[in-house]
């Protein structure tokens, strides 16, 4: 793993290294991941609030799980990369979600990070007593995949979403 590299609570320490983590994905124009990305950070303490009550399953739709949200950073702060981890699986999350997503600034990838980001994430994963986690991701993400892979991935069945979208599902024992 990458030296210097952790993951870290969200908090208000950071709110202008998470703007511009959250602009510079906006910016791309690609879908933002993990989902939590897609709150507007606007008012950033809400925010803050939001995170921390998911991870608490307070306030959740009701058929959701409690979930952690992480900021990857590096020796200066800046945030590389946010990972999410669901707490357990529902049926839905058993097919395309997954107990770990995660997400690398646009342009820090294919620098190592999310290889990272993953080790770390299955560390976590285990401190909130996840045994065996479902890491999924897109058949045609190809650079996920072999993330998975690098971090002992078993691969099982494939899953196709109502769209024909399959989704390659592994297994990594934590």
């Not at 910016?27 to 608490?56: C, H, T, W």
């Not at 949200?69 to 590389?80: D, K, P």
């Not at 650079?143 to 024909?164: A, F, P, R, W, Y």
Request: proline content about 3%.
């Amino acid at each position: 793993m990458k030296q210097h590299l952790k993951l870290v609570e969200p908090s208000s320490e950071l709110q202008a290294a998470y703007h511009s983590y959250y602009n510079e994905w906006v910016e791309s124009g690609e879908n933002m991941i993990p989902f939590v990305l897609q709150k507007d950070p606007a008012d950033f303490e809400a925010m803050l609030l939001y995170l921390r009550n998911n991870s608490r399953g307070i306030g959740q739709p009701e058929g959701w799980l409690p979930d952690s949200t992480f900021w990857l950073t590096n020796e200066n702060n800046r945030i590389l990369g946010i990972v999410n981890i669901r707490h357990g699986l529902t049926e839905f999350l058993r097919k395309s979600g997954g107990h770990i997503g995660y997400g690398i600034r646009p342009s820090e990838r294919r620098k190592g990070y999310a290889t990272s980001i993953l080790q770390l994430a299955l560390e976590k994963a285990k401190e909130l007593g996840i045994q065996e986690a479902l890491v999924v991701c897109d058949a045609d993400n190809e650079g996920s995949m072999k993330t998975i892979l690098n971090n002992g991935g078993v691969q099982d069945t494939d899953h196709i979403e109502e769209n024909g979208n399959v989704v390659k599902r592994f297994w990594i024992g934590v």
